[in-house]
Structure formats: structure tokens, C-alpha cells
């Protein structure tokens, strides 16, 4: 018997069934490792998440600072050429082409986390990625879609309150590329077709809980390659929500209506959201935007760090948050030092382990290559 069902279009769960929800993800976290406890440092090459930091890819400010595009290249180009997964980027982007398919005619697409609060991600992060796809993967730049869940075409007048879109009014885009919504009038508009998937979530002591997950279509049928570009951010809520709004949750802006998402047990939402196919199938890198860090409060306003001038990459969504987690606590502690409170691992990261989302170690930073291209 299925625990629940919860709808985009109205997540409800009963008093009982939010109990079992938070039961069991407490007794899943409650054998969770501290940040000083020991363990197996065997992770696979896929699980690897390379911290790569460069002094000049970002003004050391004390606050938000455009960075340089063609040192992110640099930089995701390194990474990448790490994780052994090919001797040069042209390889490396054929390996993530599907049958049929080659750089010249793959469509790719580009989730990064723009749309709530001051701090988006970076566009130099976005454009860096966009340069490396087209000046050594042979990707053609009018098949590169970049987007996040606002309306139309990132336009100026289209912005809500408070949103910082890099991209509004034509700013800061590359020659060819698409910067919009993926059903707006300049992007992959599939109108009266949108993509459905039926998610079931092993939370544990043989409790399942169901999910029906509406995607847009343009994710099934127009994408060949997912990459995802989050920020490195605390999100407001805590166990019952989440702590942080990294590459897992970034796929909210992928969902119709992800508003209706966001409540309690909001964990499981977004581990059972990263098992829908389009995303788990196509979704080839992620680049944690760690330029800076949101360590408190968040996701639209909270303590900030900057300077940090890092990029997290990474292959496995569950290890890149894992890191991501640990590494905001990090940055926490060593900013406000006895005063900071370091936060507990957010529930979906032990959720989407469980269910085959990727790996998490005994600790994060076993996970963690540190490389550092100009100290």
C-alpha cells in the first residue's frame, strides 16, 4: 500500500503520514557521520566531486562581484578532464551524446538557479560552461537552451520582485544561445503536451511514497544533455523543508508549478523528483556556483561569504550536495567561528542515496579532489 500520493498541482499529506515521513527520515539521518568521525574513503570516480579554486575567477569583494567567464572554462575544462572520463572535451561531450545523436545536432540544456533572491548564479559560470560546449565539445550554440522557471524570455518587464536574473533585458548572453522559460516563445514551446512520470520513493521499513511529477515537455523530447548550475545557498527551512538549495532541489524551477512543491517533507519531494527519468537519464555535470556562499538564512537573503572563488563539479547529484552541505557548514564556522551552529545534513541527501540517486560516503569530505589552478 502506497504511503501517500503527492501532486504538483497540491501536495497534501495527512497528520499521520507526515508523522511516518519525518519518523523515518529521522531515523535515517540519526546514523548519519559528524564532520570528524571516520570512514571508507573508496569512493568510485562518478561520486568524485572536484573543488577547484582559482584567486582571479572572482574580485575578493565583500559583496557580489562578476566573474570571468573564460576562467570558469578553465576551470570546468580541468575538472572534467579529471574524472577520466575522456583525454580531451570533444570526447568527453560525445560520451554524453545519446545514439543518434553527435555534438553537432545534440540539444543541450542548461538549469541554473536564478530565479528567487539577490544571488543567482553567476552568468560567467553559465557563460563558461556555454564557451567550453562550443569552442572545444562541438556543441552548436543555438542548440544550447538556457533556463529557469520565469515567464517568457528572461525580459526585463518579466521580473517578478527581487528577482536578479543576469540574463534580463539581453545582458550578458552568448552569440546563438537561448536564455529563456523552456515554454517560452523564444525556447522549446511544447504547448498542451507536457511530460508526466509516476515516481515511487523507498523511504525505508517497506513504506513507499508515490509522486506524480509534471516536467516540461521540452525535457523529454528537446533535451539530448542536462547540465545543472546551482548555488552554493542555505534555504530557510530545516528537517521538515530543507537546508539547502543545491542541484537536487535546482530542479524545481524544472517542474510546473514547483510553488506547489515546496512544504513539508519537502526532502523526499526532491529525492523522488531526481529519480524522474528525463533528468536522471540526461543529466551529464553539475558546477556548484561556490564563488561565494549564502551560510545562514536564505535562499533570498542571509549571511554571505565571498572571496571563496571555488567551483564544485561534479557527475553525481547526491555526492554534490553531500559536499555542498559539509561545505557550507565549513564556510559557517570558519566565518563566525564559536558563534556559528552547524546545520544537519538535509533529509533528501540520505533519501536519493537510499533509492539509487547516487552515492554518499561515511563523510563528505571523502568525496571531495581539491585542486587549486592559481594560489
Known sequence: MAMSRAMVAGAHLSRREFVRTATLGAAMLSTSPTLTQGGDASIPDSAKVFAVHHKDVCPVADEYQPCDPDIVKRIVKE????????????EIVRGWCPPGKTPETARVKIKYCGLRGLFPAHAGVVNGVVRLLTAEGGIKPGNIHVYESCEKNFGEDDRPPLIGTPFANGKNREPGVVYSHLNAPMGADMANSNYREEIRLDLGSNRPMEYTFWLWDAL?????????????????????????????????????????????????????????????????????????????????????????????????????????????????????????????????????????VGIRGAKWQDHVVALDLAS
Open 79 to 90: 575538472a572534467l578532464l579529471r574524472m577520466g572520463i575522456g583525454k580531451d572535451v570533444g
Open 220 to 356: 523529454d523530447k528537446d533535451t539530448d544533455i542536462l547540465i545543472n548550475i546551482p548555488v552554493l545557498k542555505r534555504h530557510y527551512g530545516g528537517f521538515f523543508m530543507t537546508a539547502i538549495t543545491l542541484s537536487m532541489k535546482n530542479h524545481f524551477g524544472s517542474v510546473r508549478n514547483a510553488i506547489k512543491l515546496h512544504g513539508l517533507a519537502m526532502g523526499a519531494t526532491i529525492a523522488a523528483l531526481n529519480m524522474v527519468k528525463p533528468i536522471r537519464e540526461k543529466q551529464r555535470l553539475i558546477v556548484v556556483d561556490a564563488l561565494y556562499a549564502m551560510y545562514m538564512s536564505g535562499p533570498e537573503r542571509g549571511k554571505m561569504k565571498y572571496g571563496i572563488n571555488k567551483l564544485l563539479v561534479a557527475r553525481d547529484p547526491v555526492a554534490a550536495d553531500y559536499v555542498g552541505w559539509g561545505t557550507l557548514n565549513a564556510v559557517g564556522q570558519e566565518t563566525l567561528k564559536e558563534e556559528y551552529r552547524p546545520f544537519g545534513e538535509p533529509s533528501e541527501i540520505a533519501f536519493a542515496a537510499r533509492n539509487g
